[in-house]
């Protein structure tokens, strides 16, 4: 237990102070003992804000953001050297840097699970950026790890540490939870919670939750809505006398937002307002995605040298992104780039002829459209990809 001595404005080094532990002191020495417990007493403040400190952000900490506006990115500002931002209110292009390590560099797992790269942002440049694996409502807590070994079961060794998610599970006792809101840039939300708490009475009972959130926004920018809709299910159930647990979650998550792909100009801002964007009908960057994670988990206690953990699990991602430039934007017409997505702005002229050809294009851009420009206006893409895996320990 740490002893403190709390000072009063009108003590004066000839008041007797009674410090813990210590009894009753008077004069310059009671004095001196004090300042060095009131010392001592903001050292130790002072060690728990340390970035080199681990950062555990626990069920208040989340509900301290607001589950619309907020991202699993923007609940990590309250951790010390973290840096994290949205272009707009729920998992929209989200930029998150940990004692200036980028995303890329950084170990993140969900329940132990790693989902490293899945999550967009910094490091992933343009990618993953709507919707994610796990999203603000269906998180539990989260936990910063610091230094490049992390800790064995939270990941792997990485440069940045390690950021560990905890899904939102059921808890012994039921409760049911109705939400929602509007605000700002038409800006709604709903979402529902319901946990069954223990089917029935005894240790081996199981227990569910069933969550599911959505939300819509017109985004801070203009000409960036966005939509979510979130579903989680969670259910454990303990066996010999709850000495093995056996658990399932499952997580859906979708979303489909526009984002800005480039920095609007500032003589434009100063012009229009800070949240002006570029019309659609000059550009846009549309994105698409749809996460679908599945992890089911044991957890046994074998005899008092060992117990097993152990989990299998299958993350999917579908991602499509549709991006489009207005060929008066890349004809040299203005001084400045509208979609750094457009083809046009990443190859140039890619026709027959041209110093670069790329076999993403099987027709002549210029004898399609009467120019490069026109012909290489607008690009889609449809990436996917599956992870199974297991993990023991």
């Known amino acids: 237990m740490d002893h403190v001595a709390h000072a009063q404005s009108a003590a004066t ?13 008077s004069g310059s020495s009671a004095y001196e003992i004090q300042k060095v417990h009131i010392l001592y007493k903001k050292n130790l403040l002072k060690e728990k804000d340390l970035p080199s400190s681990i950062t555990v952000l626990d069920d208040k900490s989340v509900a301290r953001v607001n589950p619309t506006m907020g991202s699993i990115q923007t609940l990590l500002k309250q951790s010390p050297s973290v840096t994290a931002y949205a272009q707009g209110p729920g998992q ?26 899945l999550l967009g942002g910094a490091g992933d440049y343009l990618s993953n950026n709507v919707s994610a694996p796990i999203t603000l409502p ?3 807590s989260a936990t910063v790890y610091p230094g490049v070994a992390p800790p064995e ?9 390690t950021i560990a998610y905890t899904a939102k599970a059921p808890t012994d006792k039921p409760y049911a939870e109705l939400e929602g809101g509007y605000g700002s840039f038409d800006t709604s939300h709903f979402g529902f919670t319901i946990n069954t708490g223990k ?14 959130d959505q939300s819509e926004t017109a985004g801070y920018v203009a000409n960036t809505p966005a939509h979510y809709h979130n579903f989680l299910f969670n259910t454990v159930k303990p066996f010999d006398d709850g000495l093995t647990q056996v658990g399932l979650l499952v997580i859906f998550n979708q979303g489909n937002g526009t984002i800005q792909s480039e920095p609007t100009p500032t003589a434009l801002i100063d012009k229009y307002g800070w949240n002006y964007n570029f019309p659609t009908n000059l550009g846009y960057y549309n994105q698409a995605g749809k996460f679908l994670t599945t992890i089911l988990s044991d957890k046994s206690y074998i005899n008092q040298y060992l117990d097993f953990q ?9 991602q499509k992104t549709d991006s489009y430039c207005a060929p008066s934007t890349t004809d040299g017409s203005l001084p400045y780039a509208v979609n750094v997505q457009c083809p046009y702005n990443f190859y140039g002229d890619v026709g027959p002829g041209s110093n670069f050809q790329s076999s993403a294009f099987n027709y002549n851009p210029t004898a399609a459209f009467g120019s490069p420009q026109a012909g290489e206006s607008s690009e889609f893409t449809h990436n996917w990809g599956t992870l199974t895996v297991s993990r023991r320990s």
């Open 13 to 25: 080094t000839e008041d007797p102070v009674i410090v813990p532990g210590l009894g009753s002191a």
């Open 310 to 318: 152990g989990s299998v699990f299958y993350i999917h991602q579908d």
């Open 138 to 140: 269906e998180i539990d």
């Open 153 to 161: 079961r939270q990941g792997f060794g990485t440069v940045g540490g």
């Open 92 to 117: 929209s292009a989200p930029t998150l840097a940990v004692r200036g390590v980028k995303n890329d560099e950084l170990a993140e797992t969900l329940n132990g699970v790693p989902i490293t790269s």
């Open 199 to 212: 089917w029935y009475d005894g240790v081996d009972a199981p227990k569910t939750l069933l969550l599911y």
